[in-house]
């Protein structure tokens, strides 16, 4: 009979149990400099996007969950709010642009970021960034400048330069994005998409970024789908659908699936509608490109 080898067995449990030990060890000392962490860089973020807009934006969030072994964060029920107080003060400067943006997204994901890098080393590398479920407003206003008080802005790296070396992040993506373009000075809406991805390929800020032409405004690629499309003309004649839109940057392209002009009115109708003849449209199109 084989004799049993129970050395070897021993062997295997003292390293399953070292292991073990030691997963356990990291897990609390993670957890722990999470805890010291929230606060650092929850401070950073709000005092980034405020000092980073001239105090033009404010950001909120409910909460923010870090993982530093898996070098991810999480911020639930973010809003970005700009202020009106400091809006109207560039107005009256006539220095305020002519759009202002108000956020609202039930959570925002930071995928691998080393935060002792980007702490250290004034280096932001992620691997993406994704906003979950936006509501974006736009409000538009009519600012005129003079053309004496006009001065050319800074570059995205020259604003960031005195505190970071560079930022670079693979991917943003937006889900399921709602956008309206409002009237800023009724509310009234002008324009609104609903259900719109967009996805953003190789974001790099740095000393030499600014200088590749290959690059649109700091990307290799813009992209977006936009489904189920549906908006009626201000004459309320016509409805536009379209089941699909989508559109590449760097392909430079523009594709539309499944697109309808239906008229809203019958012949007879649509006819009376009008003092003088006008022709009546229902047009369908299984494509444009």
């Known amino acids: ?38 606060p650092l860089l929850t401070e950073k973020i709000t005092e980034g996007v405020h000092n980073g807009s001239k105090g033009l934006y404010n950001i909120k969030f409910e909460d923010i969950h870090l993982n530093l072994i898996t070098g991810s964060a999480t911020l639930d029920r973010v809003s970005l709010i700009p202020d009106t107080g400091v809006y109207n003060s560039l107005r009256a400067k006539k220095m305020a642009p002519a ?23 004034k280096q932001v590398e992620l691997n993406s960034i994704i906003l979950d479920h936006p509501s974006i407003n736009v409000l538009h206003f009519v600012v005129p400048k003079k053309p004496d008080t006009v001065k050319e802005d800074k570059t995205l790296y020259e604003q960031v330069s005195k505190t970071l070396k560079s930022i670079h992040v693979k991917a943003i993506k937006i889900v399921d994005a709602d956008l309206d373009y409002l009237n800023g000075e009724t509310g009234k809406a002008l324009n609104s998409v609903k259900h719109v991805d967009i996805n953003v390929s190789d974001f790099l800020v740095d000393s030499l970024s600014q200088y590749d032409t290959t690059r649109f405004y700091h990307t ?12 009626t003309g201000k004459d309320k004649m016509y409805t536009i659908k ?9 392909e430079r392209n523009l594709r539309a699936v499944g697109v309808q002009v239906i008229p809203l009115h019958p012949d007879l109708e649509f006819s009376r ?3 003088y003849g ?12």
Do not use: C, H
């Not at 080898?5 to 990291?26: D, F, H, N, S």
């Not at 290799?220 to 908006?231: A, E, N, Q, T, W």
């Not at 379209?242 to 760097?250: I, K, L």
């Not at 006008?278 to 490109?289: E, H, P, S, V």
């Open 1 to 38: 009979m084989e004799e049993k080898k129970p050395g070897k067995y021993k062997i295997l449990k003292w390293i399953a149990g070292i292991l073990g030990a030691l997963i356990v060890i990291i897990g609390i000392v993670a957890i722990y400099l999470s805890a010291k962490w929230k």
């Open 99 to 121: 759009n202002i943006f108000e956020l609202k997204l039930e959570r925002l994901n930071i995928n691998r970021v080393s935060i002792l890098t980007a702490y250290f080393k």
């Open 220 to 231: 290799k690629d813009i992209s977006f789908v936009l489904k189920g499309y549906k908006s």
């Open 242 to 250: 379209v089941d699909t839109v989508t559109g590449s940057v760097r």
């Open 273 to 275: 509608m009008y003092k």
């Open 278 to 289: 006008k022709d009546r449209y229902d047009l369908k199109f299984d494509q444009i490109k």
